[in-house]
């Protein structure tokens, strides 16, 4: 019999709202803004995260990623590398992100990965705008827009 992967929780309050923060005992499975609290359950790992929002949130800098479980695919993981590597305040487009990775037609697919992001903020899809505009966000325009604001990204027209 298989026993049940265990499961932690915990929170982390932002201007945002409060950031749920969901891992196992290997990596970080989940970071969105809560629509209502569960229990609170901690690890290290949720420990880890919850230092990670608050040097992104007080101090404008990150050292130390959470561990992060795999992408579903070959082709997801290295949009996520490449997303990672996009400083606070920097904004790339879909366009750029592909052609960083070899592949400058797929930026459709760069897009479509990034919309499922499970980790807000940590790996900074924010960053992500259309060469027309803002561009889509899983989290909502309201909040890219206060996350682009946050860290005063120069190439974005409200």
Request: net charge positive; charged share 25%; glycine share 6%.
């Amino acid at each position: 019999m298989l026993e049940k992967e265990k499961i932690y929780i915990d929170y982390f309050p932002s201007f945002l709202g409060d950031i749920e923060i969901i891992s196992n005992d290997k990596y970080l499975i989940s970071v969105g803004v809560a629509k209502d609290k569960k229990e609170i359950k901690t690890n290290s790992i949720t420990h880890l995260t919850k230092t990670w929002f608050e040097n992104y949130f007080y101090e404008k800098r990150v050292t130390i990623i959470p561990p992060l479980k795999p992408a579903k695919s070959l082709f997801a993981q290295i949009v996520r590398n490449e997303v990672l590597k996009i400083g606070f305040g920097e904004c790339k487009t879909y366009g750029e992100i592909a052609k960083n990775i070899g592949k400058p037609k797929a930026y459709r697919a760069v897009a479509q990965v990034l919309k499922y992001n499970p980790y807000m903020i940590i790996v900074p899809c924010h960053r992500i705008i259309s060469k027309s505009g803002i561009g889509g966000y899983n989290g909502g325009i309201e909040i890219k827009k206060k996350l682009l604001e946050f860290e005063n990204c120069e190439l974005i027209n409200f």
